[in-house]
């Protein structure tokens, strides 16, 4: 049976649109990349469960999650472009989610999470992939020359910038997904500057 909690908010109280069901009512194809998740996290998040009911949304995005996992960015970077990317598209879900991971696996200090969500960093390499990365998202791809120009003279090469575009399209993938379906959120709450 599907479940729907209702979460507390600032704007009364909401329920996941899209059913979440639980783990042992997905599809059979859903079962081992669940398995998987819960292994690997402890827990199943309802964004899984949620891409669960479709085994080829959620391989899809278990498949380029892992394969950028494998890439040149450290993950205080990964970790920090999801929560600027989060931010842009007033997604509570992820924000709440990246801020977690972002401060108990990451050790993303508090100071680090809020500057990230802003597009902002100290280290001057963070700074700049999280700059282009909000115009990537902003501008729909169609950067400027200027803004490649920054991000190399950050010192980022071609593969570089091409991992923090498909950073982008896999974080704005998981914000519209959540932002659709409004998924409980099951991580400590953090809301969006940005009005939902």
Same mark, same amino acid.
């Not at 508090?110 to 501008?139: G, M, N, T």
């Given at each position: 049976?599907?479940?729907?909690?209702?979460?507390?908010t600032?704007?009364?109280?909401i329920?996941?649109?899209l059913?979440?069901p639980?783990? +042992?009512?997905a &599809?059979?194809?859903?079962k081992p990349?669940?398995?998987?998740v819960?292994?690997k996290l /402890?827990?199943v998040?309802?964004?899984?469960k949620?891409? /669960?009911? +479709? &085994?080829?949304?959620l391989e899809?995005?278990l498949?380029? +999650?892992g394969a950028?996992?494998k890439?040149?960015?450290d993950?205080k970077l990964?970790?920090s472009?999801?929560?600027a990317?989060?931010?842009f598209?007033?997604?509570?879900?992820c924000l709440?989610?990246?801020?977690?991971i972002g401060?108990?696996?990451?050790k993303?200090?508090d100071?680090?999470i809020?500057q990230?969500?802003?597009?902002?960093?100290?280290?001057?390499?963070?700074a700049?992939?999280l700059?282009?990365?909000?115009?990537?998202?902003?501008e729909r /791809?169609r950067?400027?020359? +200027?803004?490649?120009?920054?991000l190399?003279?950050?010192?980022f090469?071609d593969?570089?910038?091409?991992?923090?575009?498909?950073?982008v399209?896999?974080?704005?993938l998981t914000?519209?997904v959540?932002n659709v379906?409004?998924?409980d959120?099951?991580f400590?709450?953090?809301s969006?500057h940005?009005?939902a």
């Amino acid at each position: 049976m599907p479940q729907h909690t209702a979460v507390p908010t600032l704007k009364g109280l909401i329920m996941s649109r899209l059913s979440i069901p639980a783990v +042992s009512d997905a &599809p059979a194809a859903s079962k081992p990349l669940l398995e998987a998740v819960h292994q690997k996290l /402890g827990v199943v998040p309802n964004l899984m469960k949620l891409l /669960g009911q +479709s &085994p080829a949304a959620l391989e899809g995005y278990l498949s380029l +999650s892992g394969a950028l996992d494998k890439g040149t960015l450290d993950v205080k970077l990964r970790e920090s472009l999801a929560l600027a990317v989060a931010e842009f598209n007033g997604c509570d879900y992820c924000l709440a989610a990246h801020s977690y991971i972002g401060k108990n696996l990451v050790k993303l200090t508090d100071d680090e999470i809020a500057q990230a969500r802003d597009a902002r960093a100290l280290d001057v390499r963070r700074a700049a992939a999280l700059r282009f990365a909000q115009r990537v998202a902003s501008e729909r /791809g169609r950067v400027q020359d +200027s803004d490649i120009a920054a991000l190399r003279s950050a010192g980022f090469n071609d593969a570089e910038t091409i991992e923090i575009v498909l950073h982008v399209a896999l974080n704005v993938l998981t914000n519209y997904v959540n932002n659709v379906a409004r998924t409980d959120v099951d991580f400590p709450r953090v809301s969006s500057h940005t009005p939902a």
